[in-house]
């Protein structure tokens, strides 16, 4: 469709208005974190700061505890994706190359875990934890991240686009099936492993629902429950707060705009949400 | 299988590598493949899904000794008005997103297919709010919210007094809801959005040849072929909804006078803010019950009235 010149012009006008509010809830959040206290307490309030005040950021990560959940959040994500990773090519590998009995009837019921919701599993989850002793540990946190039917399924999918005649060299040439898992099926799925690494990061890095049952004590909190006790805690210091959840946004976009694009097709393709 | 075939009766080495007792030599790779997968699935699912079976028909606050108690969790929920207001939160926010998004979420689909000059950071800016996490915005919009917060501000100029979002029922809902679709808009964008780039231009082109104007367009071309992306972007975004949990729990932990409080939320309140593990595990069972309903609905359905090329 080729459009007229005007079109094209309030075309651009009205996706600009829309990307404007969409924008502003992150332009007021980096605004309020370089504000004093008075300033963003102020009525009407102060869209920029005068002086912006870049030791709120100082006082958020030393002070408030974020610095710390900073390093937490780090820690259990890159242990739980990279995990996760290994953990469902493996399976994948297996559904996808092997031939043993059973292998359709373990992996329907993989899929029919997949229907099962989080909510249903979360309770006893955390009676098990409970009852294991692991409440407020680092394996509480990173755990239940390390597998996904859903990953596995995906890599599989993956996997099966590669061909067979591959696998058949590799064997002929004296390789076992570690060599073709190893040296074919990773090296050509790395697309796959992206599509499920970044939904499995945001995944891990944005969630709140577990760390809120399992951790009690400060020294463990992950990113969002810090920034979320933050609030019950100082309620009044919000240039602190929004300092804090900027902090916990650039991780995110930084890697967001490194596989956006691996991030898109997989959404549209199997219609994940993080 | 062709290939198998032609392996064993053309190349001979086949033969030696893939003796009779394949299967059974495959098993043991099988296995140690499959290991951490099958650990991980029965800690994670199976072991969980057995346990929330047995809590559902038990009472249980995780110091005392658990009690069978039969169905009476069940007869509880059925007669608890809480439980059913909840369902009715969760109704009004389901259905609110879901028209919000819809249409927020085409009209944006409809901007961003096309070239312009910047859309590559235009597309970057309409996804940012999906990837971001949840807490830090969640409790950015709780400040926005505030009486004397930005929003009111903005507001003030078009002639309207200060709305009391977060604080009075009747608002905090609404408030909800404008919070969820800003976020969870750009999932709905991409899904419709591959879905127009799937019709063929040339559809388009023909009808245009004919007279058709853009608006007979957009109504018998791309709505009808854009509906099977539609619907699976309906049925995806309830299951989704039906199971949010962060945004309350920042902004209004499911008041004021109950009235965020959806069926999701409501379980965590009873599971772990009243201990009530068993009557917890109840309502997680009914909820799985009407996410069922959802996906076996999305079924039947997607053959019946979605349009497919």
Known sequence: MKLRRRETVSLQLVTALGAAALLFPFLWMISASLQTLQEVEAFPPIWIPEVPQWTNYVEAVVNYNIGHALLNSAIVTTVSVVGQLIVCSLGAYAFSRLRFPGRDAIFLLFLATMMIPHYVTIIPLYTMVWSAGLIDTYTALIFPGLFSPFGTFLLRQFFNQIPISLDEATLIDGGNHWHIYLYVIMPLSRAGLGALGIFSFLGIWNTLFWPVLVINSKELFTLPLALAMAQGQFVTLIHVQMAGSVIACVPVIVVFLMLQKQFISSIALSGMKQ | ?309
Request: aromatic residues 14%; proline residues 6%.
């Open chain 2, 1 to 309: 299988m062709a290939t198998g075939q032609k392996a064993q009766t053309v190349s001979a080495p086949w033969s030696i590598l893939r003796p009779k007792g394949r299967r059974h030599k495959d098993l043991y790779v099988a296995l140690l493949f499959l290991a951490p997968s099958l650990l991980g699935l029965f800690l994670l699912q199976v072991l969980p899904i057995g346990t929330a079976l047995v809590l559902g028909v038990s009472e249980w606050n995780i110091i005392d000794p658990i009690k069978f108690v039969g169905l009476s969790n069940f007869v509880e929920v059925a007669t608890d008005a809480t439980f059913y207001h909840t369902l009715e939160n969760t109704l009004y926010l389901t259905v609110g997103l879901e028209v919000l998004n819809t249409f927020l979420g085409l009209c944006a689909a409809l901007l961003l297919k096309n070239a312009m000059r910047g859309i590559d950071l235009y597309r970057t800016i309409y996804f940012l709010p999906l990837i971001t996490t949840w807490a830090a915005v969640a409790i950015a919009w709780r400040y926005m919210y505030s009486l004397e917060g930005p929003i009111n501000a903005l507001l003030g100029p078009l002639g309207i007094d200060p709305i009391p979002w977060l604080s009075r029922p009747e608002w905090a809902m609404p408030a909800v809801i404008i919070t969820i679709t800003w976020k969870t808009l750009s999932w709905k964008t991409i899904i419709l959005l591959a879905g127009l780039q799937s019709i063929p231009n040339e559809f388009y082109e023909a009808s245009s040849i004919d007279g058709a104007s853009r608006w007979q367009q957009f109504w018998k071309i791309t709505l009808p072929l854009l509906s099977p992306a539609m619907f699976f972007a309906l049925i995806i975004g309830i299951i989704n909804t039906l199971q949010l949990f962060d945004p309350i729990f920042i902004m209004t932990d499911g008041g004021p006078a109950d009235s965020t409080r959806t069926l999701s939320y409501y379980i965590y309140t009873r599971g772990f803010q009243n201990l009530r593990m068993g009557y917890a595990a109840a309502l997680s069972w009914v909820l799985f019950a009407i996410i069922l309903l959802f996906t076996l609905i999305q079924w039947v359905l997607q053959k019946r009235w979605v349009f497919y090329q």
